[in-house]
């Protein structure tokens, strides 16, 4: 492994960065794990198994230098409603699922799509996700008794309501003293673990003054085992593996966005450069290997990967020693855990909530009032009330419609003239007028992509000059960068119209809509001779082709040689007509 390019010019002096680095995000993790763990509906040692797997094996085979993995409060709202659908095994399996999607999308070279997600719907879901959290917490900050958890966030919130009158004063203090504690100390030692500190002071003031009164981890979910997690392959059949498969789907591309989101930062604060499929390979055999030891799915955690670089890590080494920390605590401290309220835990993971926001990002989409604006509300608003997987597709959809409608407000499609008062008489739109137009050569514009979008107004704009029949239409194409198949099915159609009576003219055509036209034989139907590198040169042609007799007292002198032509025309004609007098 040592092979790796992540380790090139890696020597002993890094060696200590790397392992103060390591142990300090370690510890850090050991808590957010297990909040994390209970936030998404399972036991708090599946979050710390979790950590130390997944934290291990990501770092091991991931694509970045300083990303470290484990559990996230992203997932926090797709897993608990899977535990509450499926239950843990299933959820489990769901993991494994996610795992090999994340393996074969690092494998196919994949990586860069995630990138094409539009900004609008990862802060969208990212914001709802962060509101999901922080209100989840509530219950527990407030030590409220016979709360059900619910899929539905107004079900959660209505249950906070309805249970108000049980709020325990003592989880209130707790909760608070946790929170001012993880706020203040990056403020006084920014080097200390808020998170950890919280945790400690909280517990050991809630054991010390009111034993016996709030709710913990080990009166909730029992003590935690101090011994390595046990090996289990759940039980996988073909029904439940198509029950699960948009779940795992939706862990998966969560998990891809994530990761890739967290190494995309750590480059940015470092200089570097990760690998985005080696990244998702890393992943996927995280996520496949992980639920066999009991943990739930993982992903790259900005806020520890952001904490590991702070600290002068230098090398993956750093996550692989996090993980071993967590593994070294699990093994001698675990008993301890059981001591920690609940109410501790809940202003964890509002911080975590309030720092996954990106309330500023969001605020700023909003202030531009665009369609970006509309995708951003509805992704938020579907994330919190409905669930993330119709979140993420309405989105997704809804960027797509948008970006379509954009592109073909972009599509230009306008009738031409050269402008005779320009120095080389360039061909420009707004030359055409009633008195001003060749009644036999047809001049457009076209400008934008041409694709199923605007394919369809470009026909029709076409079509009404076929209406007074001219000879030759010209199709100015050098603005037009990309068409697709409705693209030139339209463009066919104006062709093979057109072309019964009359020909088609191309200039300027670029390499893709070119392509494209040779694959469907478009171009062969055109005629090689019928496309021209400059308008100049088609004009040149179209001129040639035209019937001149018709040029005999026409007065619109479209082009600078139609003086001629009608001067011609009309000698012509005289010839002609005392010829036939003698």
Known sequence: MFTDKRFHHYSLSSLPKDLLAGVIVGVIAIPLGMA???????????????????????????????????PTGAFIPILFGIVMTYGYENLLIAGMMAGVILLLMGIFKLGSLIKYIPRPVTIGFTTGIAITIFTGQLASFLGLNGIKKHEEFISNIAEIFIHLNTTNIFSVLTAALCLVTVILTPKIAPKVPGPLIGLIVSTLVATLFFPSQVATIGSAYGEIPSTIPQIHIPDINMDIIMKLLKPAFIIAMLGGIESLLSAVVADGM?????????????????????????????????????????????????????????????????????YIPLASMAPILMVVAWNMSERKVFAHILKTRSTDSIVLVVTFLLTVFVNLTMAVEVGLIMSAILFAKRM??????????PNP????????????????????????????????????????????TINYRPNILLLRM?????????GEANLSRI?????????????????????????????????????????????????SQINKNKCFG????????????????????SRKKLSATF
């Open 36 to 70: 994390f763990a209970i936030a998404s509906g399972v036991k708090p040692e599946y979050g710390i198994y979790t950590t130390i797997v997944a934290g291990i094996l990501i770092s091991l085979c991931g694509g970045s230098k300083y990303q470290i993995g484990g």
């Open 270 to 338: 470092t200089n570097s450069k990760h690998n985005s499929n080696r990244e998702l390979v890393g992943q996927g055999i995280a996520n496949l290997i992980t639920p066999i030891f009991g943990g739930i799915p993982a992903t790259g955690a900005i806020a520890r990967t952001a904490t590991n670089i702070k600290n002068g890590a230098v090398s993956p080494l750093s996550g692989i020693i996090h993980g071993v920390v967590v593994l070294l605590v699990l093994l001698f401290f675990a008993p301890y855990a059981s």
């Open 408 to 417: 073909s407000d972009v599509m230009v499609t306008q009738k031409a003239l």
């Open 421 to 464: 008062d320009s120095k080389h008489e360039k061909v420009e739109t707004g030359m055409v007028t009633d008195t001003h137009d060749c009644p036999q050569i047809s001049i457009f514009n076209v400008e934008g992509p041409l694709f199923f979008g605007a394919a369809l107004i470009f026909e029709e704009t076409i079509m009404k």
């Open 478 to 486: 050098g603005k037009v960068p990309f068409i697709d198949t409705t």
């Open 495 to 543: 062709v093979h119209h057109f072309s019964k009576n009359g020909i088609v003219l191309i200039s300027g055509l670029n390499s893709q809509p070119d392509n494209v036209l040779k694959k469907t034989g478009l171009y062969e139907v055109i005629g090689e001779k019928h496309f021209f590198d400059h308008t100049g040169e088609a004009i040149q042609y179209a001129l």
């Open 554 to 573: 026409c007065k619109h002198f479209a082009f600078r040689e139609c003086k001629q032509l009608s001067s011609l025309v009309a000698v012509e004609g």
